[in-house]
């Protein structure tokens, strides 16, 4: 079992940046992929970022492409989400999750999931 915690949301205005974080708990971090998904009022859950156990393999939503960076701390069991020139329509709740496999686009892949943390950005 892993427990995933989200933080680092908040109420931003446009242009600005937040970085998330998600701390897991309970098995070997570095054994996951992780991912990054978002999920605004009325739409469906998407992909925005992932990263592979070791992370020397990233990937990106292309909304998000060139404004935020995936990294991970495998030591401090931690996955980070740095969210630059922020965009209203990225005003979402946004989850981490593990997977024991690859990097993942579709949220239903992986094993565990986070609460979220909400990022609201304000125009």
């Known amino acids: 079992q892993v427990q995933l915690v989200e933080s680092g949301g908040g109420l931003v205005q446009a242009g600005g940046s937040l970085r998330l974080s998600c701390v897991a708990s309970g098995r070997t971090f570095s054994n996951y992929a992780m991912g990054w998904f978002r999920q605004a009022p009325g739409k469906e859950r998407e992909f925005v970022a992932g990263?592979?156990?070791?992370?020397?393999?990233?990937s990106y939503a292309e909304p998000v492409k060139g404004r935020f960076t995936v990294s991970r701390d495998n030591a401090k069991n931690t996955v980070y989400l740095q969210m630059n020139t922020l965009k209203p329509e990225d005003t979402a709740a946004y989850y981490c999750?593990?997977?024991?496999?690859?990097?993942?686009?579709?949220?239903?892949?992986?094993?565990?999931y986070g609460q979220g943390t909400q990022v609201t950005v304000s125009s």
């Open positions: 999750a593990a997977t024991r496999t690859v990097i993942l686009t579709h949220w239903e892949g992986y094993n565990y």
């Open positions: 990263i592979s156990r070791g992370g020397g393999s990233i």
